[in-house]
């Protein structure tokens, strides 16, 4: 429904009421009840002056009706210049009505010139003419009398359809009813343009807020799939380090075990060799030191060879002993090395690893060196060489 570019204040001559037109539908109502009010049929008045006049009544809302059509357009173009040219044309127009050149349905004599049409055209004609406000000067005069004066003693003092009295309380009614009509016409726009612009907006801010929750949980499955892949592949490696920390914590327990065998072993080696000493060994010495014909090395040789012998079984177990601690050691190490590097493989807070794949070469070099088979033969630690080409060139050695 178009606006007009200025709305249109319309007071028709002889006529108490005011009309305002904002919008191109409520002139195209109004033109279209003024045309079918009068309506060109076959039959014209006999009188070429009579007929002229009839044709410019009946064709103005024709005519208007194509201005108000040329209005539209140039409206619905949104073209401004044509629009404003279109509104003047149409004012110039209305200006007849307001002067009283043409008549519409609201002039009091509308009803008994449409009923005299029916009868005789001519008379319907003349009647038209003197409702007219140049009436008079165009019909002239009678007797010196203004025949628009006498047409309207007749119509006053008459009992036709078309007498004053008989139609001031029917039109009254009919005006007051069209304003009605007219206002709560209005009003119903002016309330259904603000409901399409509210269901305008709250459309436009439905499909903001469903382009919003779309994109929301677009991010959001994103989001889950990334920590998701981050947990399996959390999980694949606590699995997979799961083995090597159970195979060194049983190693460790075995050296354990056999560290202790060991130092059992020695212990009972160490104090048989002792018991052996002090019981065999001390009085012997102590008979060879006290002959005078016997040679020191003589007495020397049974004693010495079976202490080394001793010494040398201690030695053994020693060793063992000394290699089983420092394998059990060992072993304590790697578990304690993967079982921090799992710890490290995932930050609850901050939700993402704190080892990179860069870090890994650690935690391999750690699990990978060669064990320790002696206390002295150990593996020797990551080399700064390694750590410096991991750190500078990013890439996995």
């Not at 108490?16 to 109502?29: A, K």
């Not at 060109?40 to 201005?67: C, I, M, R």
């Not at 004053?164 to 039109?171: A, F, I, T, V």
């Not at 070469?361 to 060196?369: G, K, P």
């Amino acid at each position: 429904m178009e606006k007009l570019v200025k709305e249109i204040p319309l007071r028709i001559f002889d006529c108490d009421r005011d009309r305002t037109f904002t919008t191109i539908s409520e002139l195209e109502s109004w033109i279209d009840g003024e045309s079918s009010s009068w309506q060109e049929g076959e039959a014209k008045p006999s009188d070429t002056w009579l007929a002229n006049h009839w044709a410019e009544q009946v064709n103005f809302f024709k005519n208007l009706h194509a201005y108000v059509a040329n209005y539209s357009k140039a409206l619905a173009e949104s073209d401004t210049g044509q629009a404003a040219q279109a509104h003047e044309r149409l004012l110039t127009q209305l200006a007849r009505l307001r002067s009283g050149e043409i008549i519409t349905s609201d002039s009091k004599y509308s009803v008994a010139i449409s009923d005299l049409a029916t009868q005789n055209l001519d008379s319907a004609a003349i009647l038209l003419i003197a409702s007219r406000s140049d009436g008079e000067s165009l019909l002239g005069r009678v007797a010196n009398v203004p025949i628009k004066t006498l047409v309207n003693l007749i119509l006053l003092n008459s009992r036709s359809k078309g007498s004053k009295d008989w139609l001031s309380p029917q039109r009254k009614e009919l005006v007051a009813l069209q304003d009605k009509y007219q206002k709560e016409l209005t009003q119903m726009q002016e309330m259904n343009l603000e409901r399409t612009a509210k269901f305008n907006e709250l459309h436009m801010a439905g499909d903001a807020a469903n382009d919003h929750r779309k994109q929301t949980w677009i991010d959001q499955l994103s989001r889950y799939d990334t920590e998701w892949t981050q947990l399996k592949r959390t999980y694949d490696e606590q699995l997979a380090l799961l083995a090597p920390t159970q195979y060194w914590d049983s190693r460790a327990k075995m050296h354990a075990r056999q560290a202790a065998a060991f130092a059992t072993f020695f212990c009972v080696v160490l104090a048989i060799t002792l018991a052996i000493f002090v019981v065999e060994a001390m009085p012997h010495l102590q008979t060879a030191s006290l002959a005078k014909n016997i040679s020191p090395l003589l007495a020397l040789i049974p004693v010495v060879i079976p202490a080394f012998a001793a010494v040398w079984v201690l030695k053994i177990l020693s060793r063992l002993l000394s290699e089983n601690l420092q394998m059990m050691r060992d072993a304590r190490e790697r578990e304690t090395m993967v079982k921090t590097f799992l710890a490290l493989m995932n930050d609850a807070e901050r939700e993402k690893a704190l080892v990179r794949d860069e870090d890994r070469i650690l935690i391999l070099h750690a699990l990978f060196r060669p064990s320790s088979v002696s206390a002295v033969d150990d593996a020797p630690p990551v080399h700064w060489f390694d750590i410096l080409s991991n750190k500078v060139g990013g890439k996995r050695p």
